[in-house]
T-cell receptor
C-alpha cells in the first residue's frame, strides 16, 4: 500500500453539478499531484502543489480548481461538469521537498483514483 | 519544452515473444526517466527508473541519450505482463511529464 488515499472511489453526478475529490498524501510527502486519465488521452497532468502552494499547472480547465491544506491533504474541485469530464482522477504524492538539493527526482506514489461519471 | 512520446497505443504479442515498448523524450537538461505500470484494477506504480539500472519482473530499459529514447524491453512476455505502461520524464527534481501510455496485451 503506497499510503496515498483518495475519496470517493466512485462518483456519479449530472451535468452542471460540482464535485470535490479528496486526496491524502503519504505521511511526510509535501508534494501532491493531480492527474486525469481518460480512455483517449492517457494520463494528463492537471496541477501540482508543494507544501500548500501551487507549484505547477498543466492542462487544467478553468472550471477546475484545487488546493492543498496545512495538513497537506488536497482537494480537486470540478464545477459545471460536462459529459467529457468523466474520467479517472488520480492523486500522487512525492517525498521530495522540491528544493534543488542535488538529489534525484523522487518517485511518485499514486492513489487508487476517483472514478467520476457525469451523466 | 519537455515531451514524452509513446508511439504505440496498443501492443499485442504472444506469450513467450519478445516485447519492446517504445518511449522517446525531449528535454534540454539531464532527464530522469521512469516506467510506470498499471495492472487491471490496480493503482499506477513505479516499474523501474533509469538510474537504478536494474531489471524488474524481467523488464529492462536503457537510456539512450543520443537517440533520446528509453524503450522498455522484455525477452519473453508473460500473460501477467498485460497492463498499461507509462513512460515518464522527471525534471527539476520534482516535476514529471507522462507519455500517453501503451496498453500491452499478451495473448496466450
Amino acid at each position: 500500500d503506497s499510503g496515498v488515499t483518495q475519496t470517493p472511489k466512485h462518483l456519479i453526478t449530472a451535468t452542471g453539478q460540482r464535485v470535490t475529490l479528496r486526496c491524502s498524501p503519504r505521511s511526510g510527502d509535501l508534494s501532491v499531484y493531480w492527474y486525469q486519465q481518460s480512455l483517449d488521452q492517457g494520463l494528463q497532468f492537471l496541477i501540482q502543489y508543494y507544501n500548500g502552494e501551487e507549484r505547477a499547472k498543466g492542462n487544467i480547465l478553468e472550471r477546475f480548481s484545487a488546493q492543498q491544506f496545512p495538513d497537506l491533504h488536497s482537494e480537486l474541485n470540478l464545477s459545471s461538469l460536462e459529459l467529457g469530464d468523466s474520467a479517472l482522477y488520480f492523486c500522487a504524492s512525492s517525498f521530495r521537498t522540491g528544493s534543488h538539493s542535488g538529489t534525484n527526482t523522487g518517485e511518485l506514489f499514486f492513489g487508487e483514483g476517483s472514478r467520476l461519471t457525469v451523466l | 519544452a519537455q515531451r514524452v512520446t509513446q508511439p504505440e497505443k496498443l501492443l499485442s504479442v504472444f506469450k513467450g515473444a519478445p516485447v519492446e515498448l517504445k518511449c522517446n523524450y525531449s528535454y534540454s537538461g539531464s532527464p530522469e526517466l521512469f516506467w510506470y505500470v498499471q495492472y487491471s484494477r490496480q493503482r499506477l506504480q513505479l516499474l523501474l527508473r533509469h538510474i537504478s539500472r536494474e531489471s524488474i519482473k524481467g523488464f529492462t530499459a536503457d537510456l539512450n541519450k543520443g537517440e533520446t529514447s528509453f524503450h522498455l524491453k522484455k525477452p519473453f512476455a508473460q500473460e501477467e505482463d498485460s497492463a498499461m505502461y507509462y513512460c515518464a520524464l522527471g525534471y527539476n527534481f520534482n516535476k514529471f511529464y507522462f507519455g500517453s501510455g501503451t496498453k500491452l496485451n499478451v495473448k496466450p
